[in-house]
């Protein structure tokens, strides 16, 4: 048995280590809900304290490199490169003095450009929070990239904060050491980013390609999709706010997986591959300005003491319509002398019904007719009939004429309603 | 073929180096790793790391040691790496083990032979990395055979420079 062991030592040994770490990854590796299998985003403590290690291992010696790069630079330029600076000191104070006379001119002007700067950067300046934060390393694999940079825990941040440059989005904090965090980059294979085409309003999901360029997959054909269009950020996945610029339209590829499907290739609008300083976007609450802020606060004061008026105002009103008399009776007579018409033939309106006949059942009342014959409701006999037997009645009325002129029957007085004069 | 005669094997010793450089050199790979594609924009086409293990593993002529450094090695590399920790570790490992058993049996102090043997193994590691990430672990992981062979290319050419410095620092008689 020992010679097995001292025979296949180098052996067992490798088997051993290659079966730890074969153990070690599929702790590590999870199948999904969609059955594919996934590297756990939150990694496990033991493999968080890995990399934790090689965090602190890799880092300091980066740090001390950039800190040594910034000494020898400063070293050089502010001690070394000095040569000439007597006659250069003399030729800038001579150009102070005649940039004094241009100032006063100039300073008018500086000040509108100022306010017009301020309302163009008005967007940018209140929306977000962020803190500055030098790129000091990288993963060191074409397959992963991520990099780092020389803020952690320390200044409070967190994971999957945006982290962006002022040309465009860089990717999102996957990582945060105490001294440091790991930056996962859009071009990474395993980024992903809600985007929109800015003219054509298509959304899709970036990632990078195996050549380290970000592009956005699982994209229907579109012919409206051309080179140079901008891309920007769609704001739905959580982590970057929307409306930052992305990219532009670089071109159109088939997607390799899926065949009805399309990849547009973006052209990203930082630089990744040259990052120097990134912004780390810690909160998304608005930032105002100071002055902007007391504004907001006398508004919301004014706003609530306006509100305060206004309630009072319309509970003064209500008192006042309780105490004084109303514009319409309560009680409405049931005849109308002036008219002289009765209940019956008033004509109320459709909303003037009193209580009292609403309470009764209405009994429809004929209208007098106009021109009454010998159908009409009442009537005893037809109007040739009443008017012979109304005409004496109105001759006997008449008093007689003095010219002696006789009565006779053939004297027929002119209709009531003729309007002309009887013929003597 | 003399030198693979087992009369010139036995002839061959083990070198020996300084606690420093076996302490210093991983760790200045590992740092230098993280640190030049930041400043060559990206660039990642070279493996430090694994041009170290195989060094050593060579020299030594020690499959164990190979095996240890290339496993150590590749798992802070993929510490360094958003990815699962344990692919590089078991594609270096398997590098280092190689190594280590090949330098028993050729003349390590042949830089031609060296830089064939650190190209071949580049080829190799990246293989199996590709292999276990996509087939092994059945993860996404798009890769082509230009960017493995350019990166291997560079690896063989660091190493044409940084083998000789390393021997520099080799404890002699």
């Given amino acids: 048995m020992e010679s097995f062991f001292t025979r296949y030592r180098n052996l067992l040994v490798l088997l051993a280590i290659l079966l730890a770490q074969i153990i070690g990854l599929a702790v590590q590796v999870h199948r999904t809900d969609s059955g594919r299998n996934s590297v756990d985003p939150q990694d496990v403590a033991g493999v968080r304290l890995i990399r934790l290690w090689a965090d602190e291992a890799v880092t300091p010696p980066e740090r001390l490199f950039h800190a040594s790069e910034q000494g020898t630079v400063n070293l050089w330029q502010y001690y070394l490169d000095l040569r000439g600076v007597r006659d250069q000191n003399r030729d800038l104070q001579k150009t102070i003095d005649r940039l004094r006379l241009e100032q006063a001119s100039l300073l008018e002007d500086a000040r509108q450009g100022q306010r017009l700067q301020v309302l163009m950067d008005f967007q940018q300046k209140y929306v977000y929070k962020t803190l500055a934060a030098q790129a000091i390393g990288s993963s060191g694999s074409d397959s992963s990239r991520v990099f780092y940079i020389d803020k952690g825990a320390d200044y409070k941040l967190e994971r999957d904060m945006a982290v962006i440059t002022p040309d465009g989005i860089v990717g999102k904090v996957r990582e945060v050491f105490p001294h440091s965090a790991q930056v996962l980059a859009i071009n990474d294979q395993t980024s992903g980013a809600g985007v929109i085409l800015e003219t054509t309003r298509i959304r899709g999901i970036l990632r990078g390609n195996a050549a380290g360029r970000p592009q956005i997959v699982g994209i229907l054909p579109d012919q409206r999709i051309q080179p140079g269009e901008r891309v920007i950020t769609a704001g739905g996945d959580q982590i970057f706010p929307r409306g930052l610029p992305v990219g532009v339209v670089l071109g159109v590829t088939p997607d390799p997986d899926r065949d009805s499907f399309i990849d547009v290739i973006v052209k990203p609008a930082a630089h990744l591959d040259s990052l120097d300083e990134v912004l780390v976007i810690t909160s998304t609450e608005p930032r105002f300005p100071v002055e902007q802020q007391q504004d907001m606060a006398t508004s919301e004061a004014l706003k609530g003491a306006e509100a305060d008026a206004i309630k009072a105002q319309k509970k003064a009103s209500e008192i006042m319509a309780e105490r004084l008399p109303g514009l319409t009776e309560p009680h409405p007579t049931t005849t109308t002398p002036a008219s002289g018409q009765t209940p019956g033939n008033a004509q109320p309106g459709p909303d003037q019904a009193t209580p009292a006949t609403a309470a009764e059942p209405q009994i429809p009342k004929l209208l007098h007719p106009q021109h009454p014959d010998r159908f009409t409701p009442g009537a005893t006999s037809l109007p040739s009939q009443n008017e012979k037997t109304q005409a004496p009645a109105s001759v006997k009325s008449k008093p007689a004429p003095k010219s002696g002129a006789k009565p006779g029957p053939s004297v027929n007085p002119a209709p009531a309603h003729s309007g002309r004069n009887p013929q003597p | ?173």
């Fill in chain 2, 1 to 173: 073929m003399n030198i693979l005669g087992a009369d010139y094997r036995r002839d061959l010793g083990i070198r020996h180096y300084p606690v420093l450089i076996y302490a210093l050199t991983p760790l200045a790979a590992l740092v230098l790793q993280a640190l030049l594609p930041y400043l060559l924009h990206g660039y990642a086409w070279f493996d430090l790391p694994l041009v170290v293990t195989i060094y050593f593993a060579l020299v030594r002529r020690d499959p164990i040691q190979g095996t240890l450094m290339g496993a150590g090695l590749g798992i802070f590399e993929d510490a360094l790496t958003h990815h699962a920790i344990g692919a590089n570790g078991i594609a270096k490992t398997v590098a280092g083990f190689l190594a280590g058993s090949v330098g028993g049996r050729i003349d390590v102090e042949n830089h031609t032979i060296r830089l064939t043997i650190t190209f071949l193994l580049s080829l190799l590691s990246g293989a199996i990395y590709v292999f276990i990430y996509r087939i092994l672990l059945g993860l996404d992981l798009q890769w082509s055979w230009f960017a493995e062979l350019m990166k291997a290319v560079g690896t063989s050419l660091i190493a044409l420079v940084l083998y000789p410095l390393l021997d520099r620092t080799e404890i002699r008689d």
